[in-house]
């Protein structure tokens, strides 16, 4: 009898240890918001933040910025490796400015699961500033699959800098600012007010995954712009905007952007370039195994003309494109001007050189394909057309190429026929 007795306490000690150890798990997942949370258990210390834990709401309506900035000043100021964790929900917030140096954390990974969205009280932004901005932090991941929306619409018709070279800018979604070392991954970006992404004074930057869209009709919406920033790396990414898709500005070197699909948009610009005083040079540029659709540019570099200063754009690769039925697939523009009329017509100071386009195929829009317009007063140099295929998508015409000032040479199939 005795031993029956004992029996049945073994059982019952079993019970309720697999009971703590289920429910105290399932406990534990949700005191951080999600369902399972990887922390690295062999770093000398992790630690785990919660907006919620902070006070967010998670409703949508009530402002959350201030559970954003507590979360992740307490983040910043941890040790070791970090983990901040937005769960599920929608959060309104912002400006937020997420700022380092983190000086301790060797590692801060942002768990991005929720949906946020963007204040439209346009008075609450600073002039060009962002709607999130991350500024002088090493080793950030930011993944998630969550979604920042930048309620762009009720902005867009306070947009005057089609018309006034001097406009006010509107604020950029997601804005790094000289960041090392920097992860995103499988996030969206949707209706920015002005660009969705801006990647100013970085260096060894990744983003991979990523969908970004505003309607076509939207200004200034460009999906990713970089500014003098060094080894940056993008891919598999869909964006389809009413701007650049990828806009490449001065300053920039060591930059590879492979497998984007980009439409509608103006397709991946280098540029503008040469607007202001003492622009940085961009070279090391490969931009590979793209498909473009439906945009008003395929691949296009842009130089204003009567550049306050010199600068160049050298050693450029772009291979492996599909272009349907776009506008003009292959375009230098040296004389740019996005306004209604340009007081100047001096030519470019940005001198462009080894440019390499390669095995570019598809569709094009309009009877002119290819379009090398360069600088009278700097030509072009060793530029390369290499396998070059592109059909007018109406095929009734066939299509031709235009060039001016530029030093071209051609290689393989040329449809359209070489410039010269």
Same mark, same amino acid.
């Given at each position: 009898?005795?031993?029956?007795?004992?029996?049945?306490?073994?059982?019952?000690?079993?019970?309720?240890?697999?009971?703590?150890?289920?429910?105290?798990?399932?406990?534990?997942?949700?005191?951080?918001?999600?369902?399972? +949370?990887? &922390?690295?258990?062999?770093?000398?210390?992790?630690? $785990?933040?919660?907006?919620?834990?902070?006070?967010?709401?998670?409703?949508?309506?009530?402002?959350?910025?201030?559970?954003?900035?507590?979360?992740?000043?307490?983040?910043?100021?941890?040790?070791?490796?970090?983990?901040? @964790?937005? !769960?599920?929900?929608?959060?309104?917030?912002?400006?937020?400015?997420?700022?380092?140096?983190?000086?301790?954390?060797?590692?801060?990974?942002?768990? *991005?699961?929720?949906?946020?969205?963007?204040?439209? =009280?346009?008075?609450?932004?600073?002039?060009?500033?962002?709607? @999130?901005?991350?500024?002088?932090?090493?080793?950030?991941?930011?993944?998630?699959?969550?979604?920042?929306?930048?309620?762009?619409?009720?902005?867009?018709?306070? /947009?005057?800098?089609?018309?006034?070279?001097?406009?006010?800018?509107?604020?950029?979604?997601?804005?790094?600012?000289?960041?090392?070392?920097?992860?995103?991954?499988?996030?969206?970006?949707?209706?920015?007010?002005?660009?969705?992404?801006?990647? $100013?004074?970085?260096?060894?930057?990744?983003?991979?995954?990523?969908?970004?869209?505003? !309607? =076509?009709?939207?200004?200034?919406?460009?999906?990713?712009?970089?500014?003098?920033?060094?080894?940056?790396?993008?891919?598999?990414?869909?964006?389809?905007?009413?701007?650049?898709? @990828?806009?490449?500005?001065?300053? /920039?070197?060591? &930059?590879?952007?492979?497998? +984007?699909?980009?439409?509608?948009?103006?397709?991946?610009?280098?540029?503008?370039?040469?607007?202001?005083?003492?622009?940085?040079? &961009?070279?090391?540029?490969? &931009?590979?195994?793209?498909?473009?659709?439906?945009?008003?540019?395929?691949?296009? @570099?842009?130089?204003?003309?009567?550049?306050?200063?010199?600068?160049?754009?050298?050693?450029?690769?772009?291979? /492996?494109?599909? *272009?349907?039925?776009?506008?003009?697939? +292959?375009?230098?523009?040296?004389?740019?001007?996005?306004?209604?009329?340009?007081?100047?017509?001096?030519?470019?100071?940005?001198?462009?050189?080894?440019?390499?386009?390669?095995?570019?195929?598809?569709?094009?829009?309009?009877?002119?394909?290819?379009?090398? =317009?360069?600088?009278?007063?700097?030509?072009?140099?060793?530029?390369?057309?290499?396998?070059?295929?592109?059909?007018?998508?109406?095929?009734?015409?066939?299509?031709?190429?235009?060039?001016?000032?530029?030093?071209?040479?051609?290689?393989?199939?040329?449809?359209?026929?070489?410039?010269?």
């Amino acid at each position: 009898m005795s031993l029956d007795y004992s029996f049945v306490r073994l059982l019952l000690l079993l019970s309720l240890f697999c009971f703590q150890c289920v429910f105290g798990r399932e406990r534990a997942a949700d005191s951080v918001g999600l369902q399972t +949370i990887n &922390v690295d258990h062999k770093a000398k210390s992790s630690f $785990v933040f919660n907006v919620k834990s902070f006070g967010a709401k998670a409703d949508g309506q009530t402002d959350d910025s201030k559970a954003f900035t507590a979360a992740w000043k307490e983040a910043c100021q941890s040790k070791g490796r970090v983990h901040l @964790i937005i !769960p599920r929900g929608k959060y309104m917030v912002g400006p937020l400015k997420f700022s380092g140096p983190c000086r301790n954390v060797s590692a801060l990974n942002l768990r *991005m699961n929720g949906y946020l969205k963007a204040t439209t =009280e346009l008075s609450k932004y600073e002039f060009g500033g962002g709607w @999130i901005q991350f500024a002088w932090t090493k080793g950030l991941t930011l993944t998630g699959g969550g979604t920042f929306d930048g309620q762009g619409a009720k902005a867009w018709l306070h /947009n005057k800098c089609s018309k006034d070279s001097n406009c006010k800018l509107l604020p950029t979604s997601l804005k790094f600012i000289g960041m090392n070392k920097t992860v995103i991954r499988g996030i969206s970006s949707v209706n920015s007010k002005f660009f969705h992404i801006a990647v $100013v004074d970085c260096h060894y930057f990744k983003g991979s995954k990523l969908k970004i869209q505003a !309607p =076509e009709t939207s200004p200034n919406t460009d999906g990713i712009h970089i500014e003098r920033s060094s080894s940056v790396y993008f891919s598999s990414s869909h964006i389809a905007t009413g701007d650049d898709c @990828i806009s490449v500005g001065e300053g /920039n070197s060591h &930059v590879t952007i492979t497998s +984007i699909a980009c439409g509608p948009g103006h397709g991946i610009s280098v540029g503008s370039l040469g607007k202001y005083p003492n622009e940085g040079d &961009v070279s090391g540029l490969v &931009v590979r195994d793209c498909t473009i659709s439906g945009t008003t540019n395929g691949i296009r @570099i842009k130089t204003w003309a009567n550049s306050p200063g010199r600068s160049a754009a050298t050693n450029m690769t772009f291979t /492996n494109f599909v *272009m349907t039925n776009v506008t003009n697939p +292959i375009i230098i523009d040296q004389l740019y001007c996005p306004f209604r009329s340009c007081a100047s017509k001096t030519p470019s100071n940005v001198k462009l050189s080894d440019i390499y386009f390669k095995n570019i195929r598809g569709t094009s829009s309009s009877q002119v394909a290819v379009a090398l =317009e360069c600088s009278k007063g700097i030509p072009c140099q060793n530029i390369y057309l290499e396998d070059v295929h592109l059909n007018l998508a109406s095929g009734k015409k066939e299509v031709t190429s235009t060039c001016s000032n530029v030093k071209a040479k051609f290689i393989g199939t040329q449809i359209p026929p070489p410039c010269t």
